[in-house]
């Protein structure tokens, strides 16, 4: 079954302390890892337009269905990837056209179960001194939200109302990676490390499925949507000993487009 989102041509602010997961293989090294969110009870809906779901679309005689859809976690844990302890980052909160939520880091094992969201860092962060730069491949791997309540679809015709569940999850396709960067800066006493970090690009390719309540055989798919999750900034510290530490207090752009 898949799941939720749709179409974003938004920028989003983002006020974030949030939690990422990173080991470091040596001073000035942030290795490459999975980073686990969960998006934050009561904080997210999406905004879908008629533009999308035009008349017809459910089924014949349908109307056109527009308006905002709450949204919850649909966990699917870790889902084998390796949690690599250490780099953090505070709740992303993005707010936008079509899609709004905040997004906590998972960082208790305990609370693995509930992870809907994983980004992935697939190289290191080589930061050798104050000044340097490192601008790093990100790619996400996890994205499953569903609808808090159906939505109901009406038939101006006369037919009886239907209802649909809501999911979303990443299209199958590849994702394509984007980039993050981090500049060092300077070093505070028990610190390897300090700086700042910026999000420079997320695409996002997605698909939102309408499941209808008492006929799961009766679905419909909106495939292929994209979006970009840029902007996010904050700061980093690798403390001693060898963990890393980062606070981001920033924006998050959101910019969506259709295919």
């Not at 159906?150 to 006369?158: D, L």
């Not at 649909?164 to 006493?189: K, R, W, Y």
């Not at 055989?217 to 994209?226: F, K, P, Q, R, S």
Request: charged share 15%; net charge negative; aromatic share 8%.
């Amino acid at each position: 079954m898949c799941r939720f989102t749709v179409t974003v041509a938004a920028i989003i602010a983002a006020v974030a302390l949030s939690t990422i997961s990173a080991t470091i293989a040596s001073a000035g090294t942030i290795d490459p890892g999975h980073d686990l969110f969960g998006l934050v009870p009561g904080t997210g809906w999406l905004d879908l337009g008629a533009d999308k779901l035009p008349s017809g679309y459910f089924d014949p005689g349908s109307d056109p269905f527009e308006g905002q859809v709450a949204m919850k976690s649909w966990p699917t844990g870790p889902m084998g990837w390796p949690v690599t302890p250490g780099l953090q980052l505070d709740d992303y909160t993005a707010s936008g056209l079509e899609l709004n939520g905040q997004f906590s880091p998972i960082g208790d094992p305990f609370d693995l179960p509930h992870t809907d969201t994983i980004v992935r860092r697939l190289q290191p962060a080589n930061l050798p001194g104050p000044g340097a730069s490192a601008v790093v491949p990100i790619e996400i791997v996890s994205l499953s939200l569903t609808s808090i309540a159906p939505i109901q679809v009406t038939h101006g015709g006369g037919g009886p109302d239907s209802f649909f569940d809501v999911f979303t999850e990443l299209s199958i396709d590849p994702q394509t990676p984007g980039n993050m960067q981090f500049l060092a800066g300077t070093v505070g006493p028990g610190d390897q490390m300090a700086g700042t970090f910026t999000v420079l690009s997320l695409p996002v390719k997605y698909d939102v499925t309408f499941v209808e309540v008492g006929d799961p055989a009766h679905m419909v798919t909106l495939y292929g949507l994209t979006a970009d999750f840029a902007g996010s900034t904050g700061t980093f510290w690798i403390p001693e000993p060898a963990s890393l530490m980062l606070m981001g207090i920033g924006s998050l752009a959101l910019l969506r487009r259709r295919n």
